[in-house]
């Protein structure tokens, strides 16, 4: 970690990234005044070459002025970031070209700075701050609103379009309607009790919040994780991975109004939540990952039931495939469709399929080499078209991928003998921040800690696979038409609820 003053981060985050070439995982920021120190903002940029996470620490000195450069204009992907650091803690990043509200909606009173720690977690505020949506101008344009309570079940987003005709010229998001300080509401709680809470963050990435956070718990205490811990924890990572792919193939043929391989994915995924809840109790697999290790193992009867489903899965969804492919009215309207080009997913650091569509091959469990992946072989499957299809592809590709390494991982299992599952009582270091990381079906989620002397929460701070992903949605929709927003918009299956931490 470099530490240096707020005014000369824009020089050490260039150094850290290489010029551009290591991308911006995250930034965020946080109030050390009861610690003498006044606030700091992290920057995190993962160097690939040597697989690991490079962090700038810029101190604002107490007393001064709260604010820094922004590097929104060197890095695009920090546009986000430095309008939830303003919201949240009112520190004002300079020469930010769009700081309008992100996080905090109109019921919120101006200058009100929940992150910080003089503002208690049972506040109950209420007031009237502007939220303007960006909008195109001209003659001839018309706008339509889309939300935020949609005809589904799905979680609540406005999206605003501008229109000349049919074409989409501009589409604005407004998101986190249902935000729920999940940061701020573990500040105090033991690690158990923080754990209990980023399981759920959100359903469809319960495990890999859970490692994420316990990876950066680990490295606070130097915990060495017991290697039949490790072997467990990547059958039940892939496992969420396989139900969230196999779903979402179903989902994004909704988005096109294809009932038939909807239901088929529907169909799936059910079977393999079901799978889910023989072997660890719980439709999610939560409860299974903990601080040191796993809080259960794999057993014999357990791989069996994995490997039975496994091929079952296989054949079905090889069915799916043939059916998605032997539609050409299908085809036609996801080819060409939604495109999101190589360069825009580099400036907003894109992950997961999102990036991998556009032919960037951001992968955690390669570039990173976190838990035993770099014992398994496995592909990163990549696509350059970067739209709807390529997205598709990708995710048919990844479920053949996570049944290698699923079969890989249960393979090394039966061989490992039944030893410890989870290190010895934890004694983590206070006051230290610590990163964790993983490879959700989404993309990676990043987690960093720092704990006081209690070994309580000091500051929790999450950065979700659909965060850096968002800001490409209204790129992708532009110059398409309405009626194929929600199949742009499934092709990326970004989650709200990961938002709304």
Same mark, same amino acid.
């Given at each position: +970690?470099?530490?240096?003053?707020?005014?000369?981060?824009?020089?050490? =985050?260039?150094?850290?990234?290489?010029?551009?070439?290591?991308?911006?995982?995250?930034?965020?920021?946080?109030?050390?005044?009861?610690?003498?120190?006044?606030?700091?903002?992290?920057?995190?940029?993962?160097?690939?070459?040597?697989?690991?996470?490079?962090?700038?620490?810029?101190?604002?000195?107490?007393?001064?002025?709260?604010?820094?450069?922004?590097?929104?204009?060197?890095?695009? @992907?920090?546009?986000?970031?430095?309008?939830?650091?303003?919201?949240?803690?009112?520190?004002?990043?300079?020469?930010?070209?769009?700081?309008?509200?992100?996080?905090?909606?109109?019921?919120?009173?101006?200058?009100?700075?929940?992150?910080?720690?003089?503002?208690?977690?049972?506040?109950?505020?209420?007031?009237?701050?502007?939220?303007?949506?960006?909008?195109?101008?001209?003659?001839?344009?018309?706008?339509?609103?889309?939300?935020?309570?949609?005809?589904?079940?799905?979680?609540?987003?406005?999206?605003?379009?501008?229109?000349?005709?049919?074409?989409?010229?501009?589409?604005?998001?407004?998101?986190?309607?249902?935000?729920?300080?999940?940061?701020?509401?573990?500040?105090?709680?033991?690690?158990?009790?923080?754990?209990?809470?980023?399981?759920?963050?959100?359903? @469809?990435?319960?495990?890999?919040?859970?490692?994420?956070?316990?990876?950066?718990?680990?490295?606070?205490?130097?915990?060495?994780?017991?290697?039949? @811990?490790?072997?467990?924890?990547?059958?039940?990572?892939? +496992?969420?991975?396989?139900?969230?792919?196999?779903?979402?193939?179903?989902?994004?043929?909704?988005?096109?109004?294809?009932?038939?391989?909807?239901?088929?994915?529907?169909?799936?995924?059910?079977?393999?939540?079901?799978?889910?809840?023989?072997?660890?109790?719980?439709?999610?697999?939560?409860?299974?990952?903990?601080?040191?290790?796993?809080?259960?193992?794999?057993?014999?009867?357990?791989?069996?039931?994995?490997?039975?489903?496994?091929?079952?899965?296989?054949?079905?969804?090889?069915?799916?495939?043939?059916?998605?492919?032997?539609?050409?009215?299908?085809?036609?309207?996801?080819?060409?469709?939604?495109?999101?080009?190589?360069?825009? =997913?580099?400036?907003?650091?894109?992950?997961?399929?999102?990036?991998?569509?556009?032919?960037?091959?951001?992968?955690?469990?390669?570039?990173?080499?976190?838990?035993?992946?770099?014992?398994?072989?496995?592909?990163?499957?990549?696509?350059?078209?970067?739209?709807?299809?390529?997205?598709?592809?990708?995710?048919?590709?990844?479920?053949?991928?996570?049944?290698?390494?699923?079969?890989?991982?249960?393979?090394?299992?039966?061989?490992?003998?039944?030893?410890?599952?989870?290190?010895?009582?934890?004694?983590?270091?206070?006051?230290?921040?610590?990163?964790?990381?993983?490879?959700? @079906?989404?993309?990676?989620?990043?987690?960093?800690? +720092?704990?006081?002397?209690?070994?309580?929460?000091?500051?929790?701070?999450?950065?979700?696979?659909?965060?850096?992903?968002?800001?490409?949605?209204?790129?992708?929709?532009?110059?398409?038409?309405?009626?194929?927003?929600?199949?742009?918009?499934?092709?990326?299956?970004?989650?709200?609820?990961?938002?709304?931490?």
């Amino acid at each position: +970690m470099i530490h240096i003053k707020a005014e000369g981060l824009r020089g050490a =985050a260039n150094v850290l990234s290489h010029n551009g070439r290591n991308s911006l995982t995250a930034m965020f920021a946080n109030d050390e005044t009861p610690l003498g120190k006044g606030y700091a903002v992290y920057c995190l940029f993962e160097d690939k070459g040597e697989k690991d996470i490079k962090i700038v620490r810029a101190q604002l000195e107490p007393g001064n002025e709260l604010e820094f450069p922004s590097l929104t204009p060197l890095f695009p @992907a920090a546009a986000w970031y430095e309008r939830e650091i303003y919201d949240l803690f009112g520190i004002k990043p300079l020469e930010h070209p769009d700081l309008r509200p992100l996080v905090l909606h109109e019921g919120f009173p101006k200058e009100f700075y929940p992150m910080r720690k003089t503002i208690p977690c049972d506040s109950h505020v209420a007031g009237k701050r502007d939220y303007p949506l960006a909008k195109a101008q001209g003659e001839g344009l018309f706008e339509v609103p889309v939300g935020p309570i949609h005809a589904g079940i799905i979680e609540p987003g406005h999206f605003c379009f501008s229109q000349a005709g049919e074409a989409v010229l501009q589409l604005d998001a407004k998101l986190f309607y249902t935000h729920r300080g999940i940061e701020k509401a573990v500040e105090g709680k033991s690690i158990g009790g923080a754990l209990f809470m980023v399981e759920r963050i959100c359903g @469809a990435c319960s495990v890999a919040n859970a490692v994420s956070f316990c990876q950066a718990v680990e490295k606070l205490s130097y915990a060495k994780v017991p290697r039949r @811990a490790e072997l467990t924890r990547v059958v039940i990572a892939e +496992m969420e991975r396989l139900y969230n792919h196999v779903g979402d193939t179903g989902n994004l043929c909704a988005g096109a109004g294809f009932t038939v391989p909807n239901a088929m994915g529907a169909r799936l995924k059910e079977e393999l939540l079901r799978c889910n809840e023989k072997i660890a109790g719980n439709r999610f697999l939560r409860g299974m990952i903990v601080p040191g290790g796993i809080h259960r193992t794999l057993k014999d009867e357990d791989a069996k039931i994995i490997l039975a489903q496994l091929t079952r899965t296989e054949n079905d969804y090889r069915l799916l495939t043939q059916v998605l492919n032997g539609q050409d009215g299908f085809l036609n309207r996801i080819q060409k469709t939604g495109i999101v080009r190589k360069k825009t =997913a580099i400036d907003l650091a894109m992950v997961g399929i999102g990036a991998r569509a556009s032919g960037v091959g951001r992968d955690a469990r390669k570039d990173l080499a976190y838990g035993i992946y770099s014992e398994l072989a496995f592909d990163i499957c990549t696509e350059t078209a970067g739209d709807v299809e390529a997205r598709l592809l990708v995710r048919i590709k990844e479920v053949a991928e996570t049944i290698k390494i699923i079969r890989q991982a249960l393979s090394l299992l039966a061989h490992e003998p039944e030893t410890s599952i989870c290190s010895e009582k934890l004694e983590c270091r206070s006051y230290e921040g610590a990163w964790g990381i993983s490879e959700s @079906a989404r993309g990676s989620d990043l987690h960093w800690v +720092m704990l006081d002397e209690q070994q309580n929460i000091y500051r929790l701070f999450v950065r979700s696979a659909s965060y850096p992903n968002w800001p490409a949605l209204p790129i992708a929709m532009q110059g398409e038409i309405i009626p194929d927003f929600p199949l742009v918009n499934k092709s990326f299956e970004l989650c709200y609820a990961c938002l709304d931490r």
